[in-house]
């Protein structure tokens, strides 16, 4: 069973920085391409990025290209988010989810909530 | 960026009745859509994927159709657990994007 369980989500001022992870298990974690997707309170979905399995290229939304930045520890099945420069806009729940394209399985989300 | 354009916003729709839920592209994309159902609280659920083609354990009275930029979501007879919120995703071309989603309510 595949299971995705995502931390690191806080309250942080403007201008701050957070590292979000998700911990993966139940599938071959090198070979799926992963994916950060999040949602505003009362708002719909927004993809943030994206990451390859085979060669780890990456993808970002232009609303947080230079400011996050996705990576992978295939030795220890892990996808984080690092966030830098946050804004208030970018207070959402956040998602880890498996496949880079369309997403199969997903978290429950860690909340981050940007405020002074 | 393409553009997902989802119709109706809310849907009031009777247990048992048909459900048909629209999205459109702003470009074509192809038939590199996808669609998620999400209830309060919890995460999003992955019920079809290249237009068509249902994900693991989606019951069958899900079904999606249409390619370029038309697509269509159905349920067939709904049941109480499908009233819910539903997205439309488009996975042709980065940035990937979500439409603004429909809520199925109750009538």
């Known amino acids: 069973e595949v299971q995705l369980l995502e931390s690191g989500g806080d309250l942080v001022q403007p201008g701050g920085s957070l590292r979000l992870s998700c911990a993966a298990s139940?599938?071959?974690?090198?070979?799926?391409?992963m994916t950060w997707v999040r949602q505003a309170p009362g708002k719909g979905l927004e993809w943030v990025s994206g990451?390859?399995?085979?060669?780890?290229?990456?993808f970002y939304a232009d609303s947080v290209r230079g400011r996050f930045t996705i990576s992978r520890d295939n030795s220890k099945n892990m996808l984080y988010l690092q966030m830098n420069s946050l804004r208030a806009e970018d207070t959402a729940v956040y998602y880890c989810?498996?496949?880079?394209?369309?997403?199969?399985?997903w978290g429950q989300g860690t909340r981050v909530t940007v405020s002074s | 960026e393409i553009v997902m354009t989802q119709s109706p916003a809310t849907l009031s729709v009777s247990p048992g009745d048909r459900a048909t839920l629209s999205c459109r592209a702003s470009?074509?994309?192809?038939?590199?859509l996808a669609w998620y159902q999400q209830k309060p609280g919890q995460a999003p659920r992955l019920l079809i994927y290249?237009?068509?083609t249902r994900a693991t354990g989606i019951p069958a009275r899900f079904s999606g159709s249409g390619s370029e930029t038309e697509f269509t979501l159905t349920i067939s007879s709904l049941q109480s657990e499908d009233f819910a919120v539903y997205y439309c995703?488009?996975?042709?071309?980065?940035?990937?994007?979500f439409g603004g989603g429909t809520r199925v309510e109750i009538k």
């Open positions: 989810a498996t496949r880079q394209f369309y997403f199969d399985d």
């Open positions: 139940g599938f071959t974690f090198v070979s799926y391409g």
């Open positions: 990451i390859f399995g085979s060669d780890s290229s990456t």
């Open positions: 470009q074509s994309v192809t038939s590199n």
């Open positions: 290249g237009a068509s």
């Open positions: 995703q488009q996975y042709n071309d980065w940035p990937l994007t």
